[in-house]
């Protein structure tokens, strides 16, 4: 993990891991001629815990004679706006710290205090979410050229004597014994059900799996990355085009993992990017229109042009969340469509699981359109203008009905036909001109319906994720 002379951040938070951690490196500082500094994010989410715990790693720098840098962020608001798990958000926000500093300072590698029970947690958080090689690898010792971790292979029994034996003092943090969160249930309850029960050194085998997967994950990679050069060519702006014809021989397995390279390539990362966008690739791909969109996470956009499909990164959001929450805690969306061409797209409204299938039809119209079903919604696309906006329910809101003339609010709407509250938030209402033209699923506005005149169409098809 590293070189004579080099210079190391360390992550300290102020918890026996990463303690432990600058103490054992600063005793083999000499050994390969490091040069250490402290590094601490203060997360402004425990007010009275986070001083304490920053005064305490302070304290510690001065013991040891070490650079300490210190900063607050308010992880809690960066949640809010980017929709981000607490957890996510939080380890977003260290390591752009981490990596600002170790830019602006000079330090050759960054450490964090990840230990074989951490990685043993997150394979089997990663198992329990249905996550494929790359989840049950866990976490990796090493990431890129900076980030190390040295304890990976420590468990936190060996810790603790560790720190216990040397009289080394720590701070707890309550939040770790807080079961509300997915990985303090893991470690609380499920790990130690699953030791007592099926196997007393289940921490071991988790750590051995992730081993194994990590190796096979490199050497599939490695071939993935050979067949997808052959597949292909860059464009302007960093554009990605894939050949149809030369992918479509392949196994599915590979498709995906071709699929997943360039969108990895193309993102910096595959945060956010679950099965299921890479299968709505796949699918449109396979069964979808010739020309054909799709709109990913990040602002990541993928479009079929006949036999070619480009991935690029969007210089303009595809989403405006507002961040503001539904009753009940959950949180709001809202997502911006644009006229592009304009050709068939998808719209993933992540929120919900759902997606929406956007295409346009030329007259004239024979068979009847009102026999779709609530799922599928006719317009006059003269009537439309774009962007279309899709968001949640908001208090207020109002439409006229189809087939109606006066406006109705839509909360009376939803009463009216007892539609169950969780529907109701789950519900998207299109926007065009900045008034309703469909509740997604159940009734679309009067001002938009299909007319005898109307030459041009645009279909919306409320689909499952």
């Known amino acids: ?29 000499s050994r390969f001629s490091l040069k250490l500094g402290i590094a601490h994010l203060d997360h402004c989410l425990r007010p009275e815990d986070s001083e304490r715990d920053a005064h305490f790693v302070s304290s510690l720098s001065k013991a040891l004679d070490l650079p300490f840098f210190l900063k607050k962020e308010d992880v809690r608001k960066r949640q809010q706006e980017t929709k981000e798990s607490l957890e996510e958000a939080a380890r977003h926000v260290r390591y ?24 043993a947690e997150v394979i089997l958080m990663n198992l329990l979410r249905g996550s494929g090689m790359t989840g049950l690898s866990g976490i990796p010792p090493k990431r890129g050229n900076k980030i190390v971790r040295p304890l990976i292979q420590a468990f936190r029994t060996d810790i603790l004597t560790f720190l216990s034996k040397r ?39 988790l750590n051995r799996l992730g081993a194994i997967m990590r190796k096979e ?38 498709k995906q993992r071709v699929i997943r390279t360039i969108i990895k390539g193309i993102k910096g990362d595959l945060r956010r990017i679950s099965f299921e966008h890479i299968d709505a690739v796949l699918h ?85 359109l009102t026999r779709c079903g609530q799922s599928v919604a006719f317009f006059d696309m003269n009537q439309i203008q774009f962007p279309v906006v899709v968001r949640s329910f908001r208090p207020g809101d109002r439409f006229v009905p189809l087939g109606m003339t006066g406006t109705q609010k839509v909360k009376t709407y939803f ?18 001109r900045g008034k309703i033209i469909w509740l997604a699923g159940f009734r679309q506005d009067d001002s938009v319906k299909v007319a005898p005149g109307t030459r041009t169409l645009l279909k919306a098809e409320l689909l499952p994720g």
């Not at 050759?108 to 951490?118: S, V």
Request: charged share 25%; with cysteine; hydrophobic share 40%.
């Open 1 to 29: 993990m590293f070189d004579p002379g080099d210079t190391v951040l360390v992550g300290v938070s102020g918890g026996p891991d990463s303690v432990a951690l600058v103490h054992a490196l600063r005793l083999l500082a």
């Open 96 to 119: 752009a710290f981490f990596h600002d500093l170790a830019d602006q300072h000079g330090y050759t590698k960054i450490a964090t205090g990840h230990t074989a029970d951490d990685n």
């Open 167 to 205: 009289e080394i003092a720590f701070v707890t943090d309550a939040t770790n014994q807080d079961i509300r969160f997915l990985r303090n249930r893991v470690r609380h309850r499920l790990i130690p059900e699953l030791k007592s029960s099926f196997n007393p050194r289940i921490t071991e085998a």
């Open 217 to 254: 994950e490199a050497w599939i990679e490695d071939l993935v990355e050979k067949v997808a050069d052959a597949m292909l060519t860059e464009g302007e702006d960093g554009v990605m085009n894939l050949s149809v014809p030369l992918l479509e021989p392949e196994p599915d397995a590979l």
């Open 284 to 368: 449109l791909i396979k069964e979808g229109p010739p020309q054909g969109m799709l709109h990913l996470p990040d602002r990541v956009l993928v479009e079929r042009d006949l036999d070619i499909v480009r991935f690029s990164k969007q210089a303009q959001t595809l989403r405006a969340g507002k961040g503001q929450h539904l009753d009940g805690g959950n949180t709001a969306f809202e997502y911006i469509v644009f006229k592009s061409g304009f050709r068939p797209e998808t719209l993933f409204i992540r929120e919900t699981g759902m997606r929406i299938r956007f295409s346009k039809k030329e007259g004239p119209f024979a068979a009847d």
């Open 415 to 432: 009463i009216n036909n007892k539609i169950p509250v969780p529907d109701r938030k789950r519900c998207p209402i299109l926007f065009s």
